[in-house]
């Protein structure tokens, strides 16, 4: 069994000695993320709002990612983002939500946090400007529907079984 180093510097000069160039990998892992605020709470506000979706797609950007659009209400977060193959989708998100969390929770004294969990969904990109303008147009879109029932219809859509006395913890 090979042991690979977990930085990725190592791994490309491992991967370069073994014979094998990354550089020759292309891929477009385009992600649609969501994620709320613990118990659902309404903390984003629109004072917030602005510098956490510039806060957040600068997160994208140090993880080696591509933000394409940031946008969300009051209680949560829509990231449509191009993820490079260096980094897995639930490491890049603990980073994601723990560094954003900690941002968010000194610009509002302490009373910040996300909840555990997300949905990640995989976007072709045949579908990227429908996602894109979907996720624009949040606020007209929570007019008529809240953000369980969006979720749960993601889910839905993206084929994923869930139990509903599970969604929220």
Do not use: C
Not at 12 to 21: N, Q, R, S, T, V
């Amino acid at each position: 069994m090979t042991l690979l180093p977990t930085n990725n510097w190592s791994r490309e000069i491992i991967a370069l000695l073994m014979g094998y160039d990354l550089k020759m990998s292309y891929t477009n892992l385009l992600y649609h993320i969501v994620y709320g605020t613990k118990d659902r709470l309404p903390l984003i506000t629109k004072e917030l709002r602005p510098d956490l979706h510039r806060f957040l797609g600068g997160l994208v950007k140090d993880l080696q990612g591509t933000p394409l659009v940031i946008n969300g209400v009051t209680d949560h977060v829509h990231v449509l983002a191009r993820i490079k193959p260096v980094i897995s989708i639930s490491e890049f998100l603990s980073k994601l939500k723990s560094q954003s969390s900690g941002w968010a929770n000194r610009k509002t004294r302490g009373r910040f946090k996300w909840q555990v969990k997300y949905g990640a969904f995989t976007v072709s990109q045949s579908q990227v400007e429908r996602v894109r303008n979907y996720i624009r147009n949040q606020e007209a879109h929570h007019s008529r529907n809240s953000f369980e029932e969006e979720f749960k219809a993601l889910l839905t859509s993206h084929g994923i079984e869930f139990e509903e006395k599970y969604l929220w913890r």
